[in-house]
């Protein structure tokens, strides 16, 4: 009964989501960095990670290499690459000059995106997706880090960013516990 559990364990898409864990936490490395180029490697990094987790399903479908460990996987990888990693870079940016607010918002996000990924692994519903993906909130992230860091950080300063940065962390963890359907693409 062993080897059937094992048998069900396929090694291209596995591989491909150890690289996606592999990225996240190599970003979150970059995100304890001393700068903001540092801040910035690590949201490049979370965009490829998004890549690899789109990738490593899409290899999974298409060659039938499906599996509950897998599903298990993939959001766990997707936890720390989507949940942490974005929760690092953000933290690093300015989150920790704020003291409480900054926990509570750390909180909010990283709680919401544990509550996301459960609730994914248990649905039942193939045709729908209920919630913003961890993965979409994640990558939101990367992507606004980029624009401060690349056009907004010299103008506006880090703590005007910061405080609308939280704006969008609580908006995205609010969408990714809510209810909202959309059909899958696949």
Request: proline share 2%.
């Amino acid at each position: 009964m062993l080897k059937e559990k094992h048998e069900e364990f396929y090694i291209l898409p596995t591989i491909i989501t150890y690289s996606n864990l592999a990225l996240g936490i190599l970003a979150i490395s970059f995100g304890n960095g001393s700068g903001l180029e540092d801040l910035k490697l690590g949201s490049y990094l979370l965009i490829i990670a998004a890549i690899t987790d789109k990738l490593d399903g899409y290899v999974a479908r298409r060659y039938n290499m499906t599996s509950e460990f897998g599903k298990q996987l993939d959001s766990l990888s997707d936890l720390i690459s989507f949940g942490m990693a974005p929760l690092v870079l953000f933290l690093n940016f300015g989150f920790k000059n704020i003291g409480l607010a900054g926990i509570i918002v750390a909180f909010l996000y990283i709680g919401c995106g544990v509550f996301r990924l459960a609730r994914f692994n248990i649905e039942e519903d193939d045709m729908y997706i209920r919630g913003l993906p961890i993965t979409i909130s994640g990558l939101v992230i990367a992507i606004k880090l980029i624009i401060d860091i690349n056009f907004r950080v010299s103008k506006m300063g880090r703590i005007n960013l910061v405080y609308e940065n939280i704006s969008i962390m609580v908006l995205l963890s609010l969408l990714m516990i809510s209810n909202y359907r959309v059909k899958k693409p696949f």
